[in-house]
T-cell receptor, first 109, second 114 residues
């Protein structure tokens, strides 16, 4: 029931782009994205609600395709500060927010 | 707002001892969540409260775990007796909504049971 994230890890050079995918086996009402740096708490990035919307946050944006039960996080022109573990979390009609296992992103100079 | 405040930041205790973790949510948030994070299992929801009332505690692993929210500004998670397998980072988070609003997490309590 946990959303599946891919890839599990990615290494980038500064300025490169990345896409992190999140798939669910259940119907979704919302998808959350969080970033957690080592030794810190997860930090909320954005939420996408049912309706197939796309959102942006600085150079980080995301899309949500409710029919495919998928969401993708797009990081463009990555910066060193983007390094961390990215989690998607799914909100279904029943039950609570369930977090994926995370995608570790490392941005190198 | 100071955000979600948790204490202590680190706790080292011996097996069998009682451990109490504390959380102060963001003022005005109706929902409070307790999560546990481990490398193996990731972020797991233990219990959540709505307007100080426990709604779903199905994630609490055993009867050794209990949580209370006596008022809107304070919650505790207690483990009694503690065991080595309880070692993890415990996060408290608060929000306006269960699934349609972002969560704000506290800094977490790193618990080590030896």
């Amino acid at each position: 029931q946990q959303p599946v994230q891919s890839p599990q890890a990615v290494i980038l050079r500064e300025g490169e782009d990345a896409v992190i995918n999140c798939s669910s086996s259940k119907a979704l009402y919302s998808v959350h994205w969080y970033r957690q740096k080592h030794g810190e708490a997860p930090v909320f990035l954005m939420i996408l609600l049912k309706g197939g919307e796309q959102k942006g946050h600085e150079k980080i944006s995301a899309s949500f395709n409710e029919k495919k039960q998928q969401s993708s996080l797009y990081l463009t022109a990555s910066q060193l500060s983007y390094s961390g573990t990215y989690f998607c979390a799914q909100g279904g009609s029943q039950g609570n927010l369930i977090f994926g296992k995370g995608t570790k992103l490392s941005v190198k100079p | 707002d100071a955000g979600v405040i948790q204490s202590p930041r680190h706790e080292v205790t011996e097996m069998g001892q009682e451990v109490t973790l504390r959380c102060k949510p963001i003022s005005g948030h109706d929902y409070l969540f307790w999560y546990r994070q481990t490398m193996m299992r990731g972020l797991e929801l233990l219990i959540y409260f709505n307007n100080n009332v426990p709604i779903d505690d199905s994630g609490m692993p055993e009867d050794r775990f209990s949580a209370k929210m006596p008022n809107a500004s304070f919650s505790t998670l207690k483990i009694q007796p503690s065991e080595p397998r309880d070692s993890a980072v415990y996060f408290c988070a608060s929000s306006f909504n269960r699934i349609n609003y972002g969560y704000t997490f506290g800094s977490g309590t790193r618990l080590t049971v030896v």
